[in-house]
């Protein structure tokens, strides 16, 4: 008699528990993972750039980035090349010229066609604020492309 009674007390608090559970859908419940509000269309990247802040993007850059935008951000490849991905060629000044850091950084933040977002997790609002520095500064940081050889080199002199 003992256990037929501990049995159904179980058995009417298990259905007592469930039962506002039932029918409602888990992942409407879940809260939504934290994210970074997108900046205001045009909003002038807010950060001034340190020694300090440059070298931590520049960290940022090669761990989360490089791997496909490629160490020097010319977008050339292999993970690029064998994702079919035409990739812009960061090395050039005037491919982001016509970008507004705002566009940028919700791309970064949010992804892209195949680009996966930067989680709020791996980096800051002010870390991809100062990757974007970075990445501006890249054309800067390459060696000027080198002179292209005469068409007829002038004959030696006997």
């Known amino acids: 008699m003992l256990k037929s009674s501990l049995f159904f007390s179980a058995a009417a608090l298990s259905v007592i528990v469930c039962l506002p559970i039932a029918g409602r859908n888990p992942q409407a419940a879940a809260p939504a993972p934290a994210q970074s509000a997108a900046p205001a269309p045009a909003q002038k990247n807010p950060v001034k750039p340190t020694a300090e802040s440059q070298a931590k993007a520049k960290t940022l850059y090669i761990r989360d980035c490089a791997l496909c935008h490629g160490d020097t ?78 068409a007829n080199p002038p004959a030696a002199i006997p």
């Not at 090395?91 to 016509?98: I, K, S, V």
């Not at 709020?120 to 990757?131: C, H, I, K, L, P």
């Open 73 to 150: 951000g010319n977008g050339k490849t292999d993970i690029a090349t064998s994702m079919n991905l035409t990739l812009d060629d960061w090395t050039n000044p005037n491919t982001l010229a016509n970008k507004p850091d705002s566009e940028l950084f919700t791309i970064i933040r949010n992804g892209k066609n195949q680009m996966p977002p930067e989680d709020v997790s791996r980096a800051g609002d002010s870390e991809v604020w100062n990757m974007i520095i970075y990445i501006r500064a890249l054309p800067k940081t390459q060696p000027p492309a080198p002179a292209p050889a005469p």
